[in-house]
């Protein structure tokens, strides 16, 4: 009877210590598991904000193109109705006085 007892026992121990090996192997696998997720993620968050810059990026450039086209044509305008406008000769004029105010005057 202590015989069968003490086998019980035995037996109740490397139970115990097999579910406790397998438990810190589950444990292990879960911690590599979280660590491999953790990187996986980590990557995926550097590709999204590396994506989301170089659209901010290439619409900030579109946006400036437009702007810059924008300006120059409201140049070019100016400079056409100036050129309308202006007599040649009424400019000649100015141009004379200031040159002479500039240089002769003094």
Known sequence: MIKEILDEIRTAEAE??????KAA???????LGADEESRRIR?????SVKEERR?????????????YAEIVAEGKKAAEKLVKETSVKAAAE???EKVMS????C
Do not use: C, M, P, W
């Open 16 to 21: 115990a210590e097999e579910i406790t090996k």
């Open 25 to 31: 192997e589950d444990a292990k696998q879960t911690v």
């Open 43 to 47: 990557l995926d968050a550097i590709r």
């Open 55 to 67: 659209k901010i990026a290439e619409s900030a450039g579109k946006e400036g193109d437009e702007k």
């Open 94 to 96: 100015f141009i004379k």
């Open 102 to 105: 500039a240089y002769v005057d």
